[in-house]
């Protein structure tokens, strides 16, 4: 079954520590995205990756590094610069549907929960 | 830039109500539009979306939503709810040209027997 994993599903560490969350798709999808998700705040956007090797930040970007060495990975780490990591990451893709007007819905992983202490 | 809104933060009905979210969008151009849904610890799923055409748009689990441009809305409805839609629902705007999604704060929706 195609779809995108995210791994772990839950991972400690300690605060000053660089992490590096997983993403994998097998949809054959062009671009892939990364959101942090927290309560009462829906999601926002970290950063996203229309093709290889090119990568845009989003809105939330200072803290965090991404390559797109693949078109199927688009992992995220989590440096020590960014001041509260503790939170919910979603990893998501989309590719180009609907012939002359794409709507690149996005299609979601089931998500990392990080927790720094 | 565009943005979403969804109005209230909780909802609750009872089983077998209607179940009626607000989402209002602000967008310069005509909007894509999207409903999403979480279920605890998971991630999103594709409820719902409107492109073009047709005004009412009917989802999975029997949600339809209805695009009103007047209005700048885009509300999420199911005639009779169930247990099993208890969980949180995202209302998503994507402008035409870009790949960005820019996603409301959510919606718990609580269903009690």
């Known amino acids: 079954d195609g779809g995108i994993t995210q791994s772990p599903k839950y991972l400690f560490r300690k605060e000053g520590q660089n992490v590096t969350l997983s993403c994998e798709q097998n949809?054959?999808?062009?671009?892939m995205y990364w959101y942090r998700q927290d309560p009462g705040q829906g999601l926002r956007l970290i950063y996203y990756s229309q093709i290889v090797n090119d990568f845009q930040k989003g809105d939330i970007a200072e803290g965090y590094s991404v390559s797109r060495e693949k078109k199927e990975s688009f992992p995220l780490t989590v440096t020590s610069a960014q001041k509260n990591p503790t939170a919910f990451y979603l990893c998501?893709?989309?590719?180009?549907?609907?012939?002359?007007?794409?709507?690149?819905?996005?299609?979601f992983g089931p998500g990392t929960r990080l927790t720094v202490t | 830039a565009q943005s979403v809104t969804q109005l209230g933060s909780h909802v609750s009905v009872s089983e077998g109500a209607l179940v009626l979210l607000r989402c209002n969008y602000s967008?310069?151009?005509?909007?894509?539009l999207f409903w999403y849904v979480q279920y605890p610890n998971q991630g999103l799923q594709l409820l719902l979306k409107?492109?073009?055409?047709?005004?009412l748009v009917k989802g999975i689990n029997g949600f339809e939503a209805e695009f009103k441009k007047s209005e700048t809305s885009f509300h999420l409805t199911k005639p009779s709810a169930h247990m099993s839609d208890a969980a949180e629902y995202f209302c998503a705007v994507r402008e035409t040209g870009f790949q960005k999604l820019v996603f409301g704060t959510g919606t718990r929706l609580l269903v009690s027997p």
């Open positions: 998501a893709s989309s590719k180009a549907t609907g012939g002359n007007s794409p709507t690149y819905e996005q299609y």
């Open positions: 967008s310069s151009v005509p909007p894509y």
């Open positions: 949809l054959n999808h062009d671009a």
């Open positions: 409107y492109t073009t055409g047709a005004t």
